[in-house]
């Protein structure tokens, strides 16, 4: 293989591939005729919802009386097939 031939091959494969949408022809200006150009966004909640809201997160239930437990302690080792080295 030349090098000018290696330079081409490597380039082509760098390329992104053609879409299948392209392939087949496809109108995307057509297919778009028919969705509104804008559609109006849903009203943001009030202020005062989000503050009345935040004072139940303060209210959690005190986690002093249970502990994480670790669960991997408890899973079985594997027999180790070599010598350690």
Do not use: C, W, Y
Not at 54 to 73: M, V
Request: aromatic share 6%.
């Amino acid at each position: 293989m030349t090098p000018k031939s290696k330079r081409k091959s490597i380039h082509s494969r760098m390329l992104r591939p053609v879409s299948r949408a392209f392939e087949m022809e496809f109108d995307l200006d057509k297919a778009l005729e028919e969705v509104p150009i804008h559609i109006e966004d849903p009203p943001f909640p009030s202020i005062r919802q989000e503050k009345r809201s935040s004072g139940f997160i303060s209210e959690l239930p005190s986690e002093e009386g249970r502990r994480l437990e670790h669960f991997t302690k408890l899973r079985p080792k594997r027999n180790k097939k070599q010598q350690p080295t």
